[in-house]
C-alpha cells in the first residue's frame, strides 16, 4: 500500500499512465466556514482532472464532498470544470444522498452536507 500526500501520489499515477476502472474520491470536509469557500472549491478541483486522467475509458469516478459550506451547484461546476480542463467527459450515473445514519431533514438546512456523484468518464 502507498503512503503519501493524496495531491501527490494522483499526480505521480497519473504522470506513470496508470488507469483505474473505479475511483472514489472522499476527501475530509474542506470547508468547515463559509470563509474557507474558495479554498476549499480548489481543494475540490485539485484532484479531479488528475482522475479523470486515470480513468480508464468508460471508467467510473465516485467524487464527494462533505462540506456543509460547498452548495450542491458549486460542488458540480467544481467537477465539472475539472473533466472541462482534462478535456474528458462525464456523465451523472447517480446522486446518493445520505441514508440513515444521516439524513437530509427539509426544516434543517445544516443536514444536507453529503453529496455525492457518480460519473461514467469517457475521452
Avoid at 440513515?100 to 475521452?123: F, H
Amino acid at each position: 500500500m502507498d503512503r503519501a500526500n493524496a495531491f501527490d501520489l494522483l499526480r505521480d499515477y497519473a504522470a506513470a499512465n496508470r488507469h483505474y476502472d473505479t475511483i472514489v474520491l472522499d476527501p475530509p470536509a474542506f470547508a468547515k466556514s463559509k470563509r474557507d469557500l474558495e479554498k476549499a472549491l480548489g481543494g475540490y478541483k485539485e484532484p479531479q482532472p488528475a482522475r479523470d486522467e486515470d480513468a480508464a475509458a468508460g471508467g467510473i469516478l465516485v467524487t464527494c464532498s462533505c462540506s456543509f459550506h460547498v452548495s450542491p451547484h458549486d460542488f458540480l461546476k467544481v467537477v465539472a470544470d475539472a473533466a472541462q480542463d482534462a478535456h474528458k467527459i462525464a456523465a451523472r450515473a447517480g446522486e446518493p444522498r445520505g441514508g440513515q445514519g444521516s439524513p437530509n431533514m427539509l426544516n434543517v438546512p445544516e443536514t444536507s452536507y453529503l453529496q455525492c456523484l457518480i460519473l461514467s468518464v469517457t475521452n
